[in-house]
């Protein structure tokens, strides 16, 4: 079959290739079938240039992923297909449509939703469709008949090791290595234990339940083959791993970080680690191991916003050591931080920045907090009333929430000053080109001029210029928060 695997990526900066549809290709391709890619994280976002390329594919299946952000985008997509090609099937799988199954078939144009994880679905709906059948009892599939939902039940997780390898070379890998000044990004394991109430792993285990393991690991050797063909194929510098928590198992990073310098050699990478799973001897392991940068969540520097809306559950203390411990290893740090949290007041944005002060990370980034559908956070702004819009398309420059203690506006100054407050005593060049380079982000063809630099490799000279990477600051800034 002829299946056309589309990517409505429309977020500005950091690129990044979709991991999901690199492991649904796989199996596609594994299956024996014809797979492209539809990719408009570079470009190509008109209806003319989209239809061009399906026009030299003529897709029999298109199977979009769709994040909350890019959902209407993605739709907009398989209304423009669908007119143009009637007869092709539509599926629609990823974050979003995770979440939101009902809505997302809802749309006129969506045929079959995934729920979850979709490499085995995937496999068993081409494979049905190819026969010529219309069977609609497949696991992790709702599809739609008569008007009506059919939703299915979920199946088992699958062991991340008995699927194929994820197929970067649907997309042009090296453009995104390029992009991110040398950087290639992978995915060691699903899920995350913990219960974050901004956060949609919280959902995804309920959906799971009794599905078998939420978290799932790949095995070492497994994994540092996936980098070894990775470094082998392609010009990079830098591995960064797109984990939810890296460093969630203690013994799998010991046997990780005593393989990796055998296996793939001096090739740095960067990891999320969430505070409370990080220990000293696993940072000090980590850095032998070529640990670059570690990222992690600070969120709040008020323990109560922290611990009971966020439930973070963790010490001011806890935070302090492991910031500490990560600079002993010689692994940079950076810190997530969220400003605009329900129920949170000025006072409480200071008490993060003080918190920031004293942990003093190499790099910091702050977002203001949106609401997620399926998280207890956005059932919360929607009972209080505090939801602008259902969802927000532009989570770095707004936010789908009206907080009843700040105006968006001055969120957003508080966000564009952030890095400045941090920095500005112990590192006051750098605070100041926070600064500017926080203010001009909002516009969006300084967030397209800056793009276009950082992919021209302007990145790399700012770092030769200024050995405090401030440039780096604002960009990473832009992938929010996450352990
Ligand atoms: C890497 C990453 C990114 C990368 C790549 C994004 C991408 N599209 O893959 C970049 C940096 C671009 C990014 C950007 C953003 N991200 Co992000 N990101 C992640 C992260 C950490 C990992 C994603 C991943 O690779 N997962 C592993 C793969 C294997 O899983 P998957 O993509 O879900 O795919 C599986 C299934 O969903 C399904 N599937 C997926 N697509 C399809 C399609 C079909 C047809 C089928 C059948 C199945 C299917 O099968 C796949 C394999 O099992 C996740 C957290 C997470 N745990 O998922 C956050 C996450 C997806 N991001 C999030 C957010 C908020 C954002 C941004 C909005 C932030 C911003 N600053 O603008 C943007 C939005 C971009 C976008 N539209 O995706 C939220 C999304 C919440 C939501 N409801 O949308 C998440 C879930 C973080 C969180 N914990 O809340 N992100
Ligand atoms: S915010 Fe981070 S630590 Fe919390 S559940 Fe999500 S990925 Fe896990």
């Not at 090609?85 to 539509?90: A, L």
């Not at 993060?352 to 002060?357: A, F, G, K, S």
Request: with cysteine; net charge neutral.
């Amino acid at each position: 079959m002829r299946i056309l695997l589309i990517y409505p990526n429309i977020i500005e900066s950091p690129k990044e290739i979709s991991a999901g549809l690199a492991s649904v290709g796989a199996i596609l391709k594994e299956e024996g079938h014809t797979v492209k890619l539809l990719d408009t994280t570079f470009g190509g976002r008109t209806d003319e240039q989209i239809m061009t390329q399906v026009d030299t594919f003529k897709p029999e299946i298109a199977c979009i992923t769709v994040a909350t952000n890019d959902f209407k985008f993605g739709m907009h997509i398989l209304d423009i297909i669908r007119e143009r090609y009637p007869s092709v099937t539509t599926i629609v799988g990823g974050i979003h449509a995770t979440v939101a199954p009902e809505e997302t078939l809802a749309q006129k144009n969506v045929d079959m939703v995934c729920v979850g994880e979709g490499d085995m679905p995937i496999r068993d709906i081409a494979r049905m469709i190819a026969k010529g059948e219309r069977n609609t009892n497949i696991q992790n599939i709702w599809f739609k008949k008569e008007g009506k939902i059919i939703p299915n039940p979920q199946r088992q997780l699958p062991n991340l090791d008995e699927l194929p390898i994820p197929d970067r070379s649907l997309f042009d890998f090296q453009r995104y290595i390029d992009w991110h000044g040398g950087t290639a990004t992978i995915i060691s394991t699903r899920g995350c234990p913990y219960p974050c109430t901004y956060c949609v792993n919280r959902k995804q285990k309920e959906i799971y339940k009794g599905s078998g393991m939420f978290v799932r690991y790949k095995s070492v050797d497994k994994l540092l083959a996936e980098i070894k063909g990775i470094k082998d194929k392609y010009k990079l510098k830098e591995i960064l791993f797109n984990d939810d928590t890296f460093t969630l198992d203690p013994r799998r990073i010991k046997e990780f970080c005593e393989k990796y310098p055998t296996v793939v050699g001096k090739l740095p990478f960067t990891i999320n680690g969430r505070v409370n799973t990080v220990t000293r001897d696993m940072l000090m392991i980590l850095g032998k191991a070529g640990c670059a940068r570690i990222n992690m969540g600070v969120e709040c520097g008020n323990l109560r916003i922290r611990n009971d809306i966020l439930e973070r559950d963790m010490t001011d203390q806890q935070v302090i050591d492991t910031f500490h411990w990560a600079k002993e290893a010689g692994i940079k740090t950076y810190a997530f931080n969220m400003i605009g949290i329900p129920y949170e007041t000025k006072e409480n944005i200071q008490e993060t920045i003080e918190l920031n002060r004293k942990i003093n990370p190499d790099f910091v980034g702050v977002s203001i907090f949106t609401a997620f559908p399926g998280t207890p956070l956005y059932d919360l702004c929607k009972r209080e009333g505090w939801l602008t819009e259902e969802y927000s398309t532009s989570y770095f420059q707004d936010t789908n929430v009206k907080h009843p203690n700040f105006t968006i506006d001055e969120l957003k100054k508080i966000r564009d000053s952030f890095g400045f407050e941090i920095y500005r005593k112990t590192k006051p060049l750098r605070a100041y080109v926070d600064l500017v380079d926080k203010k001009l982000t909002r516009y969006q063809p300084y967030m397209h001029l800056r793009s276009m630099l950082i992919a021209a490799g302007f990145k790399r000279v700012l770092h030769l210029l200024d050995k405090e990477n401030f440039f780096e600051v604002s960009q990473q800034d832009i992938l929010g928060t996450s352990a």
